[in-house]
């Protein structure tokens, strides 16, 4: 059963830089699958980022693109996350997911983990 | 830009009680497999219940289902349980450009 875990800063300044890593277990970030982030503001409904594949191509959200990079490390099995230039608006839990067995939906999730941007 | 409208925002029902949630795209779309339905108790990531409109993922009591076509999508709860009551969300993938687009959620609260 593949397994997730997000890990990083849980607070990040204004103008700043969130970073954030998935840890697989249980399964290869190298197999033919999609991997993605998502995030949810407090209190508020899921906004997907972005995704990529085992060959390292991407996809983003058009409202995110021009500040979002997501990136793997086939050496640790693990995925990253990259958002610059933050605001406030940006606090959110972030999770990482992998697509489902028969593709189009999100059928493995990590627990996700809070980032909040604030001086 | 495709917009996925969840009715209604809140459903309050007792356990046993059959519940009825809607999900509409303001694009239809053809290929069925790209509508999916999640589950999310609070404090916890979500859950995939079904996948490609109608198909329960791995573990999904059968007493949810799905159905729907072009623009209008339901899921329905036969008969609650008391673990049933939580947010739910749909969510599309458009090819065009790839990505996944979520409803807003209906929050399904005890009565």
């Known amino acids: 059963q593949v397994q997730l875990q997000e890990s990083g800063p849980g607070l990040v300044k204004p103008s700043g830089t969130l970073s954030l890593t998935c840890a697989v277990s249980g399964g290869s970030i190298s197999n033919d699958n999609w991997w993605s982030w998502v995030r949810q503001p407090p209190g508020k409904g899921l906004e997907w980022i972005g995704e990529i594949y085992h060959s390292g191509s991407t996809n983003y959200n058009p409202s995110l693109k021009s500040r979002v990079t997501i990136s793997m490390d086939k050496s640790k099995n693990q995925l990253s996350l990259v958002l610059s230039s933050v605001t406030a608006a940006d606090t959110a839990v972030y999770l990482c997911?992998?697509?489902?067995?028969?593709?189009?939906?999100?059928?493995?999730w990590g627990q996700g983990t809070l980032v909040t941007v604030s001086s | 830009e495709i917009v996925l409208t969840q009715s209604p925002g809140t459903l309050s029902l007792s356990p046993g009680d059959r519940a009825t949630l809607s999900c509409r795209t303001s694009q239809s779309f053809s290929d069925s497999r790209h509508l999916a339905w999640y589950q999310q108790i609070p404090g916890q990531a979500p859950r995939l219940l079904m996948y490609a409109v109608s198909n329960r993922a791995t573990g999904i009591p059968d007493r949810f289902s799905g159905s729907g076509s072009g623009t209008d999508f339901t899921l329905t709860i036969s008969r609650l349980e008391p673990e049933d009551f939580a947010v739910y969300y749909c969510q599309q993938y458009d090819r065009s450009p790839p990505r996944y687009i979520f409803g807003q959620g209906t929050s399904l609260e005890i009565k």
């Open positions: 997911a992998r697509e489902g067995d028969h593709g189009y939906s999100l059928g493995y």
